[in-house]
């Protein structure tokens, strides 16, 4: 279906959020009913005249930006999109800004929510546009730093990031990089280095760490044949744990291969298979040893081992059911001393452990990115996920399937960040709607769902609300 919508070319900028489910019945866990309800949204915006029409051609700019602040705006250093890859030093903390095209660098550990004081990637913390230059980032997933050295796995540009020294200005380009497909994970103690190429099902083995550009590694994992698609590195430079999201020991689904010394010759085989041990469903797991030996990661929840497991059936000492931290894909945990930091992507945000947790309901401290432990910046940013617009001409509505929200623009926005008029929020996933006339159906004929069709027949542009039938 083609809505010809001229010059509102909205660009609805959304990321694909897969993986960890929160624990039931937990705090900050996301409310989803089983009834559509409606929330009216305090909005102004200007509008469009009308009467648009016309086809779209190849390269053409868009006008205006829903889904985000603005064009090339990130929202400022504490707003968050999707935050993956945390590292630290034990003295200044990394985050991997995903959406926004930057590492976030805090000099000193943060006691509270404070902002970063230097970015990668821009030229400062408000722009956001992606590049492929050695100062400049596309999609950084991973950071990892050995407190001299910086490496970035600079995602969609096919790289890693190198820089032999701390940075210490905005935007300071790297020394060289290292080609690599599709870098998910990256992982240094400053002797070795460790990169998966989830393109190509590889796990790339540095064991001196690099000098200069283009260096090719020293030996490749491939788990005999069954990485799926490896995306986390998890190590203390003895044991070696990588997360999988597609592990073909699990059927294509998440989990992690452990080698439990470190592999040192081409395609080592791994020692055993693990899942997440409260839901072998969910995301793969991704975390940090403590110096001591202990070991933190974040799957379904956060679980905390008393040493690194040396078999699949060993359980967890702790594992957090009083708390959701919104994990996912991307989702990682960094240790410095005590304090322990988990880069929650789907929660957009950084919960703050001042001492590690030693009961299943400890909650975190405090938070990075957010004004408190529980509010997601995603939500209340009103940002979509895996957007599909309709309009009739008159309206525009805009399905966010993670987060099972209908958003409804009562008259067609002519202003980059317009808020919408009504957010619904649905019993299910929204992945695809269809419009006709007055009426709005979701989910759309022919698409896969166990539940009921809904249909709005309702004005949107005059009613605060519009009630939704079964179908």
């Known amino acids: 279906m083609v809505f010809r919508l001229g010059r509102i070319a909205a660009l609805l900028a959304g990321l694909v959020p897969l993986g960890a489910q929160a624990p039931p019945s937990s705090q900050c866990s996301p409310r989803f009913g089983s009834q559509v309800t409606v929330e009216p949204v305090e909005s102004s915006y200007r509008a469009t005249a009308g009467g648009l029409g016309g086809v779209f051609r190849n390269g053409q700019a868009a006008d205006i930006v829903l889904s985000g602040f603005d064009f090339n705006r990130s929202g400022g250093g504490q707003m968050f999109r999707y935050n993956s890859g945390i590292s630290t030093d034990g003295a200044r903390l990394l985050v991997a800004d995903r959406g926004n095209n930057r590492v ?74 290292l080609r690599v497909e599709w870098p998910w994970g990256v992982w240094s103690d400053g002797e070795k280095l460790v990169a998966t190429s989830t393109a190509t099902s590889t796990a790339l083995v540095w064991n001196r760490f690099p000098e200069r550009g283009g260096q090719p590694p020293d030996l490749r994992l491939r788990a005999g044949g069954m990485f799926g698609t490896p995306r986390t590195i998890t190590s203390n430079g003895r044991q070696l744990i990588i997360g999988d999201h597609n592990a073909r020991p699990a059927g294509s689904a998440p989990g992690n291969f452990v080698w439990n010394s470190f592999p040192e010759t081409e395609d080592a085989p791994y020692d055993f298979f693990f899942t997440d041990p409260l839901d072998p469903r969910a995301a793969w797991m991704q975390g940090e040893f403590f110096a001591d030996g202990r070991l933190a990661l974040l799957g379904r929840t956060l679980h905390l081992w008393p040493s690194g497991p040396q078999s699949a059936g060993e359980r967890p000492g702790v594992s957090i059911s009083g708390f959701s931290f919104q994990g996912g894909d ?12 988990v880069s929650a992507a789907n929660g957009n945000r950084v919960l703050v452990y001042n001492s590690p947790p030693e009961t299943p309901d400890r909650a975190p401290d405090f938070a990075l990115g957010s004004p408190d432990l529980c509010t997601n910046t995603l939500e209340s940013s009103f940002l979509l996920t895996n957007p599909v617009p309709s309009s009739n001409g008159t309206s525009l509505f805009v399905s966010s399937d993670f987060d099972r929200k209908l958003y409804v623009w009562r008259r067609l926005p002519d202003q980059s960040g317009a808020r919408p008029d009504l957010v619904y929020h649905l019993p299910q996933p929204p992945w695809q709607n269809a419009l006709w006339g007055s009426t709005l159906r979701w989910p759309a004929a022919g698409e896969y769902t166990s539940g009921p069709s809904f249909l709005w027949t309702a004005s949107f542009r005059t009613a605060n609300s519009a009630t939704a039938s079964a179908a």
């Open 104 to 177: 976030l660098i805090w000099n000193q550990l943060p006691d509270q929510n404070r902002p970063p004081d230097l970015v990668l990637g821009q030229p400062d913390f408000d722009s956001n546009d992606s590049g492929a230059g050695r100062g400049e980032l596309n999609w950084p997933m991973s950071v990892a730093t050995d407190g001299r050295r910086v490496v970035v796995a600079d995602t969609n540009n096919d790289r890693l990031l190198v820089w032999n020294q701390f940075p210490s200005a905005n935007a300071a380009p790297a020394d060289f990089e």
């Open 330 to 341: 991307g989702s990682d945990v960094a240790i410095a001393g005590n304090q322990l930091f």
